[in-house]
């Protein structure tokens, strides 16, 4: 019988959540869903130094935005729970138990001043295979040293002994064999002073708890690949391990090395799905959700980095994904980040997006510069005027709100030394028989009295422009009189010649 796919994504609540881990749980979700499996968020909360009050709700706020809700997790619940390693603390023990018991780990008591005086003594220090016959451990201790410090309850920690001379080697669903020799790994802590498990312990673990049949991750884990495989295997679960899958690496606008915050803070764009506000310092991190970025359009761009179906499709809806991911369309090479080619993708699903899912997410944006929005209809013809010169939602502000307000200034440069009297007539009269015209015959008769004064209609539409709007940008300007309506045209041409003159 084929396993359930059950895959999961195990953040750590330490922060704001990197798109390189959103792009982690989307390759999840997605192939979970292909395959009618269950997406699972584990929270792996073990490092209690380094946890942030706030940051497990950020991440399941940020999995929300983008459509990627888990069908287990610490706040759904389900059969394999608890979901949060520090509440399967008292699970971990036994399994470091069992390995010490078996050959397969140690007790260490060096103490951290003896650690840290090795360290400047070797260059380069790990604690492993050449140095553990030279540390205070249960290898070079007595039985009864051992017994005697454990009954003092003396701190520890649990160290893997790595074995000697061996070749971990395993598949990779991306990158096919991988081999590591095992002289070149070091002995790591599984289980730490305080109780609570390292990452390598409590993901082997867990993984098995939960049934978990492929581990999407980082290619940034693969260093650790051989020690949980050993782990798996050393537990007696070695036919029950899952398949690998270690994702390429997000890289660097010019493609040296892995994205960071810092290289969006150096470059002017986020890194973070959504903003994050530093609970000790209060230090605001932006991120795509508030700067703009439609959910879909951010999934899409994630998607197709280090994935593609094989064609030169670039736009893909959820559903689309789901149904076209394969784990074998995914690159092993890292992929760059172009932030002008992701506010492309949002580009084009704005300009894609009818008016009407767009009216909401405007509207917010247009309250929060205190623009009245009342009229929805009204709104959604804007929107559907202005949509596509739109690269960001935030960009439906400066290109909309003269369609709300009048202009308080005027771009006056660029009718500067062309302005006339004669034109300054034009739009007098203009003005004063628009009451009588419909929209659809504003243009029509705007022509023709630019024709009946011998005035080159293209000279006007500037003006026209500066008019309505106040500067040189925005739809057609007779899509625009339309939208603002005779009466507004009117009172609109009628202030702007006085400022004109």
């Keep these: 019988m084929e396993k359930k796919v059950r895959v999961r994504f195990a953040p750590s609540p330490t922060g704001g959540l990197h798109l390189g881990g959103v792009r982690t749980a989307l390759f999840n979700y997605l192939f979970a869903k292909k395959h009618n499996g269950a ?13 942030v009050p706030g940051a497990e709700d950020y991440i399941a706020s940020c999995l929300k935005w983008c459509g990627m809700e888990p069908d287990e997790s610490p706040e759904l619940g389900g059969n394999y729970g608890p979901y949060r390693q520090s509440e399967r603390k008292s699970t971990y023990k036994q399994y470091a138990d069992q390995l010490i018991l078996d050959g397969y780990a140690y007790y260490a008591f060096d103490t951290p001043e003896e650690l840290d005086s090795k360290r400047k003594e070797v260059p380069n220090f790990t604690y492993g295979l050449a ?29 893997i002994k790595i074995p000697e001379n061996e070749v971990v080697s395993f598949t990779d669903l991306i990158r096919g064999h991988v081999s590591f020799d095992t002289n070149l790994v070091d002995d790591k802590v599984l289980l730490k002073a305080d109780g609570m498990p390292t990452y390598h312990l409590a993901v082997v673990a867990d993984d098995r708890a939960m049934e978990i049949s492929h581990v999407f991750r980082g290619e940034e884990w693969l260093p650790s690949a051989p020690i949980h495989i050993l782990l798996w295997r050393y537990l007696g679960w070695g036919d029950e391990m899952p398949a690998w899958v270690h994702l390429p690496l997000i890289l660097k606008p010019d493609g040296h090395g892995k994205l960071s915050k810092r290289d969006g803070d150096r470059l002017g764009f986020p890194v973070y799905a ?8 209060g230090d605001l991190t932006k991120g795509f959700k508030e700067l703009g970025f439609m959910p879909e359009a951010f999934v899409n761009l994630l998607a197709m980095l280090g994935w593609n179906d094989g064609t030169d499709q670039e736009l893909f809806s ?9 784990v074998e369309r995914i690159s092993k090479a890292g992929a760059k980040f172009d932030f002008e080619k992701a506010k492309w993708y949002n580009h084009e699903w704005i300009k894609n997006t009818a008016a009407a899912d767009l009216l909401e997410p405007v509207k917010a944006v247009l309250l929060a510069q205190d623009v ?34 009048a202009p308080q200034a005027y771009d006056l440069t660029a009718v500067k030394g062309k302005w006339s009297p004669e034109k300054a007539s034009f739009f007098k ?44 940008f925005g739809p057609g300007v007779f899509d625009i009189s339309a939208a603002l309506g005779v009466e507004e045209t009117r009172k609109r041409i009628q202030h702007a010649l006085t400022v004109f003159e």
């Design 39 to 51: 997406f699972i968020l584990r929270i792996e909360d073990t490092d209690q130094t380094r946890f």
């Design 131 to 159: 140095t553990r016959g030279q540390m205070r451990n249960s290898l070079t201790l007595s039985e009864a040293e051992v017994e005697d410090l454990l009954a003092a309850n003396t701190p520890h920690v649990v160290r």
């Design 274 to 281: 959504q903003n994050w506000t530093d609970p000790k310092t």
């Design 318 to 326: 959820m559903a689309d994904l789901i149904d076209k991911f394969s």
């Design 372 to 405: 009245s929005v009342a009229d929805d209809e009204y709104t959604l013809k804007v929107i559907d005027l202005i949509k596509d010169r739109c690269n960001l939602l935030l960009d439906f502000y400066p290109q909309s709100a003269y369609f709300f307000t």
């Design 429 to 472: 009269d203009f003005a004063a028989g628009l009451a009588s015209l419909s929209p659809v015959v504003q243009e029509e008769q705007f022509k023709a009295l630019a024709a009946e004064r011998a005035l080159k209609p293209g000279e006007l539409m500037l003006p026209f422009r500066l008019m309505l709007v106040g500067g040189k």
